[in-house]
């Protein structure tokens, strides 16, 4: 079966702008790019299986868009309909990096 899922960064009476936030930027953009860097991995009380679930990445854009703007200008929309087990983002796990240490040490 096929999928349509459709995120905006805020309804068609609100204009969209930088969160009040100092770094964040946009907050839809910023909400986007974390989740798909691995912050809603598990978000919506699934496990951390790096695996990026639509139901993970809706939750978490919604959720973390809303907090960035602190509620004053972003309120993101959803409209869609996906299989609760829709994978977006599948990654390999990560692997500890080891600390490299300057050499003479």
């Given at each position: 079966g096929r999928s349509l899922?459709?995120?905006?960064p805020v309804s068609a009476s609100q204009l969209?702008?930088?969160s009040p936030e100092r770094g964040v930027g946009n907050p839809f953009t910023y909400a986007v790019t974390t989740a798909a860097q691995g912050a809603a991995d598990g978000f919506s009380g699934g496990e951390k299986n790096g695996q990026l679930e639509m139901k993970e990445l809706v939750d978490y854009v919604l959720k973390t868009a809303r907090e960035k703007s602190r509620?004053?200008?972003h309120i993101?929309?959803?409209a869609g309909d996906f299989p609760t087990d829709a994978v977006f983002v599948s990654a390999p796990p990560s692997t500890t990096s080891k600390?490299?240490?300057p050499k003479g040490q």
């Open positions: 899922v459709v995120l905006t969209c702008g930088p509620r004053q200008s993101p929309q959803f600390t490299l240490e």
